[in-house]
């Protein structure tokens, strides 16, 4: 698929990786692009509590909260459309469309699953999905992954996500939207440091691909360790 000045960008998840991938995404496309349209998704709310391992200027829904902070700056070139909900099937396919490059940083399997199965049935997409541990269990928080799956002209040119990871397959966890509020507080805390790198990570591998130097499909990183490293993979085939 060929990047082109008008494309959408869609930003699924707007909490410690995707509200940085966000404020990474806009500057860079207002600088480098024409007009171009930024949807930023995320049912979810800024709170008090988030403030450790979020960046905002008020508490509220973050996809309203975000998108109206950087259209102040950025809104002259950049048309940032938030939608204060958390992806459906339904939603999926009415805002999901051919040409769209989308960012997935839900933390949760389930919603990448989701993500996933609707850009299988568009013929040109770029999805780029990311997340990390957090830091529970014995786990230090501190490891994160990227993966990448891009569809053009009907066909995969990566691996979807699951191919390669079946807790994403098969995820574990319901998806936002049949989770009771108890199982959303649940969620593990994770590290700044961690996130910005993968938020990082996720638009230097959008920027590869956009510059047509994308050579790997995943990359992992360790930031306790300083490690990066790219995976490339043979395509298994798909439709």
């Given at each position: 698929m060929?990047?082109?000045s008008s494309r959408r960008y869609v930003v699924v998840g707007l909490g410690g990786v995707g509200g940085l991938v966000l404020r990474l995404l806009v500057p860079f496309l207002h600088q480098h692009e024409g007009r171009s349209t930024v949807l930023c998704i995320d049912g979810d709310t800024f709170e008090?509590?988030?403030r450790a391992r979020m960046f905002f200027d008020e508490l509220g829904p973050k996809a309203?909260?975000?998108?109206?902070?950087?259209?102040?700056?950025y809104g002259d070139r950049v048309n940032l459309l938030p939608v204060d909900e958390?992806?459906?099937?339904?939603?999926?396919g009415r805002i999901l469309r051919d040409g769209d490059v989308?960012?997935?940083t839900p933390d949760n399997h389930a919603s990448r699953f989701l993500l996933e199965r609707r850009c299988r049935r568009l013929s040109d997409v770029a999805l780029f999905s990311g997340g990390n541990d957090g830091v529970e269990e014995g786990r230090t928080g501190t490891f994160g992954n990227v993966q990448i799956y891009l569809r053009a002209d009907g066909r995969d040119v990566t691996n979807p996500l699951s191919a390669y990871h079946p807790e994403i397959a098969t995820p574990g966890e319901k998806p936002p939207t049949q989770q009771g509020c108890g199982a959303a507080l649940a969620s593990a805390p994770q590290l700044l440091f961690t996130n910005a790198a993968?938020?990082?990570?996720?638009?230097?591998?959008?920027?590869a691909w956009r510059e047509g130097a994308l050579d790997y499909e995943e990359a992992y990183l360790d930031v306790l360790t300083g490690r990066h490293v790219p995976v490339r993979r043979n395509l298994l085939g798909g439709a």
């Open positions: 060929k990047p082109e008090e509590r988030n309203t909260v975000l998108a109206r902070e950087l259209a102040a700056p958390y992806l459906t099937p339904q939603r999926a989308v960012f997935c993968v938020a990082s990570a996720l638009v230097g591998a959008f920027y």
